[in-house]
């Protein structure tokens, strides 16, 4: 019997309805998942200002979550009901060459779940068991529904030829870049700098094993990374911010041979970079997206503290409230880092 469930629909730039839709029996390698918490994901609020390049209003939004299977298809065999799970909100066509090839996160027409009339912030969600993982019991939902935007980090933090003695700097003390400081860290990184203009992040940054933190705001924060290096520059650069100014300062942070990884939202994708310093210094641009195989070593680096979560976690609200979460995101005086919508 299929399950009616309330959705949430971004209208017009910065104004949320809801919507009773249906949602289908699983089918035969699906779980049914009842959805205990989502977090808002930096993606959903570039949507919500109606500023995400490629997500036209109205749409849906959310796909950061954790909860209960409640239910399940004839065929599953990984999971029964009352599982706490997580999942990867990815889909992939399965059909494509990448795809036959398991490069699934450049299936060549991967979108998100809530671009086929679901949504994570709704009380329950189908996913194939497939892309559904074990919640471990030391993990809070609050704490799983953060799973996969670390998973984004590990992959960035694996995908950027990072190793012991490694020298960083993450634009943005934002989630993402919080989590891909520790992701880096974790991962061999010795020295890390972060740099942003907002003082309280800042601070949750050093909390969280950033040996520097440049208030981007105060100094030039180029001229200050140059410093801390001896002149050098550094050996990757990690940019969480999706502005043109923090992507060219990403760049002209690294010492000759450095990668600049970008993985912001980029509301305006036109962004003009001096190419020929880049040929003249041997620099390397890397832009990722999707994730497929870090999804279990987010976990397994969470799950043994390599990576905390808790520290991210500022807001909770209820679905009722959610207009108020995403603008209690744009609103830096509460200083909100992570906000998750929450069910019973």
């Known amino acids: 019997m299929p399950r009616k469930v309330t959705m949430p629909i ?8 809801f919507k009773e839709v249906a949602l289908p029996d699983p089918g035969p390698r699906e779980v049914t998942i009842q959805v205990k918490a989502c977090a808002i994901c930096g993606s959903d609020v570039h949507v919500f200002k109606g500023m995400h390049p490629a997500a036209p209003l109205p749409a849906g939004a959310g796909h950061e979550l954790s909860g209960v299977v409640a239910e399940m298809g004839k065929e599953v065999s990984r999971f029964k009901v009352g599982d706490r799970v997580c999942m ?5 066509c399965g059909k494509c060459y990448y795809c036959r090839r398991s490069r699934f996160n450049h299936c060549v027409q991967v979108t998100f779940c809530y671009r086929v009339g679901q949504s994570g912030f709704a009380q329950y969600i189908n996913r194939d068991e497939d892309w559904v993982y074990h919640l471990p019991d030391s993990l809070s939902f609050e704490e799983g529904a953060v799973i996969e935007p670390t998973a984004t980090a590990v992959h960035a933090a694996q995908s950027s030829g990072i190793q012991l003695g490694t020298k960083i700097a993450v634009f943005g003390a934002g989630p993402i870049g919080l989590q891909t400081l520790q992701a880096a860290k974790a991962h061999g990184a010795t020295w890390a700098a972060i740099v942003d203009v907002v003082d309280y992040r800042l601070d949750l940054a050093k909390e969280l094993g950033a040996d520097v933190a440049v208030h981007a705001g105060q100094v030039d924060p180029v001229q200050r990374l140059r410093e801390l290096s001896g002149g ?18 990403s760049l002209a942070a690294l010492k000759k041979g450095g990668t600049a990884m970008a993985l912001g939202v980029f509301e305006n994708p036109e962004v003009k970079l001096n190419l020929q310093d880049m040929v003249n210094r041997g620099l390397q641009i890397r832009a990722i997206l999707a994730y497929v195989w870090d999804f279990q070593t987010a976990l397994d680096l969470v799950a043994t503290g390599r990576i905390r979560l808790k520290p991210l976690i500022s807001h909770t609200f209820p679905l009722s409230r959610i207009q108020e979460a995403f603008e209690l995101l744009l609103d830096k005086r509460e200083k909100a880092v992570k906000v998750l919508i929450t069910h019973p």
């Not at 990867?88 to 992939?92: E, R, S």
């Not at 050098?232 to 650069?237: N, P, S, V």
């Open 88 to 92: 990867n909100p990815m889909l992939f």
């Open 10 to 17: 971004i209208e017009s730039p910065r104004q949320i309805s």
């Open 232 to 249: 050098l520059g550094l050996d990757i650069t990690y940019e969480c911010v999706g502005l043109e100014q923090t992507m060219r300062q």
